[in-house]
């Protein structure tokens, strides 16, 4: 077991990715917190996860954009099970519209829930594992950490700024025994993605059928989504990695889209 009791707060776990995650580490013995903004979902979550691997899993009522909300959701799994060893901030939501048209409104939006989340829930978490001299900060970055797409600007700024995020943290936590990287999907079929495919072919006047096999899997090697699970394997290996050798780093996991 490569997780066995530790405590892991996943984000955005009540859907998608964050949700393959939360499973998988509770495949590998942690006890796992779904904090997210719908609490009847994240509940859903915990008692499927619970009844899966007979291991604890909370649900957490949480927006990551309110400072409060946080701290409170964080303080609420230390008093549970002592303190937070894994932070996997991925709760994220999509908006596509070109630069001259994207309201100001939604691009405030689309940063507080992607940087601002990315700094509250770190900034909570970190005080418990430097005071246990380890622990773990996985961001959810994307290929466009790397890469641009048009009608994404605020996604793109949001996702590059994680890396920077991540870097920082691991150079103040390393001396700490605390380890801060980013996975960078390529696209994986969730409730995010559906939602953009008739946005997309909207504003790019093309087919649905289009905007998958061309704008989505164009450019990867075989024409295939990523998997949930394909990226909570990779959020498991940075979760249980051992040493500070593998510490302000982003991989990408996109069936070859991005290649660096
Ligand atoms: P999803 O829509 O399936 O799940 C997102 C979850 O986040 C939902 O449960 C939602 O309730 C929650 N959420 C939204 N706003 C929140 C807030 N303010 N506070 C707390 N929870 C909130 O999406 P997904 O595709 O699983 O995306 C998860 C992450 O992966 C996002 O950061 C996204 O940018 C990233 N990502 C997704 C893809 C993809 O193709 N799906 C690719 C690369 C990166």
């Known amino acids: ?5 530790k405590v892991c707060i996943v984000t955005g776990a ?7 995650i939360a499973h998988r580490y509770a495949s590998e013995g942690g006890k796992v917190a779904i904090a997210d903004l719908n609490i009847e979902a994240a509940q859903k979550a915990a008692d499927e996860i619970e009844a899966r691997f007979g291991t604890d899993a909370k649900a957490i009522v949480m927006d990551v954009t309110s400072e409060e909300q946080v701290n409170a959701g964080v303080q609420s799994v230390v008093d549970a099970w002592g303190t937070i060893d894994v932070l996997v901030s991925n709760a994220g939501i999509q908006i596509v519209n070109s630069v001259e048209q994207f309201a100001f409104s939604d691009w405030k ?3 507080a829930i992607h940087l601002d989340g990315a700094f509250l829930t770190s900034k909570a978490c970190l005080p418990h594992m430097y005071a246990q001299g380890s622990g773990s900060v996985i961001f959810m970055g994307s290929v466009h950490s790397k890469e641009a797409s048009p009608l994404k600007s605020a996604y793109v700024t949001a996702k590059h700024g994680l890396l920077g995020l991540a870097r920082v943290i691991a150079k103040e936590g390393g001396k700490k025994g605390v380890r801060s990287n980013v996975i960078c999907p390529g696209f994986v079929r ?11 072919a909207k504003e790019l006047g093309i087919s649905e059928e289009e905007v998958v096999k061309k704008i989505m899997l164009g450019q990867t090697v075989d024409g295939e989504f990523t998997t ?5 394997e990779v959020a498991l290996f940075f979760a249980a990695f051992q040493t500070n050798a593998l510490t302000g780093q982003s991989l990408v996991a996109s069936h070859g889209w991005y290649m660096e």
């Open 228 to 232: 949930a699970e394909d990226i909570a």
């Open 14 to 20: 009540a859907s998608g990715i964050g949700n393959a």
């Open 190 to 200: 969730t409730p995010l993605v559906d939602k953009q495919i008739p946005e997309q």
């Open 109 to 111: 939006k689309m940063l």
């Open 1 to 5: 077991m490569k997780l066995q009791d």
